[in-house]
């Protein structure tokens, strides 16, 4: 649970479509919660911060997906046999390959000893391999 600067607990209300919050204080079971008005603020940029992130993130993690696969197919290996190497699971080292899991540090460590490299060989190109990407 999060907490504010005076070390009391904070929630973030989220409305639903179609219905609307007014600014005012609500009791929520044993907890007082504050709802702001937030109609004025600009979301544009942070949404396109947001959209420029995401789509930065998904280039990366498609980057580190085709470096792990590259390396593991010049070893002969599938992805079964690099998921036992790695202590990790295959449909987990699918999903790493495609671009839709984002894999810890210590799953990226498993990764690479698996692969029989280090950490920093198996990420050297990766910001090449990103920008290569559409």
Not at 108 to 125: F, H, K, M, P, Y
Request: glycine content about 8%.
């Amino acid at each position: 649970m999060p907490y504010s600067a005076d070390n009391a607990p904070y929630f973030t209300i989220v409305a639903l479509r179609g219905l609307r919050l007014q600014s005012g204080w609500g009791i929520w079971g044993d907890r007082t919660f504050q709802i702001c008005d937030t109609s004025s603020v600009d979301r544009s940029s942070a949404e396109t911060e947001n959209w420029e992130m995401s789509r930065s993130k998904q280039k990366i993690l498609r980057a580190l997906g085709h470096l792990v696969k590259q390396r593991r197919t010049a070893l002969g290996i599938s992805q079964e046999e690099l998921g036992m190497r790695a202590n990790l699971d295959r449909t987990y080292i699918s999903g790493v390959e495609r671009g839709v899991r984002n894999p810890s540090l210590t799953a990226i460590a498993s990764l690479a000893s698996g692969l029989g490299t280090t950490v920093s060989n198996l990420l050297e190109n990766l910001e090449i391999e990103a920008e290569n990407i559409e």
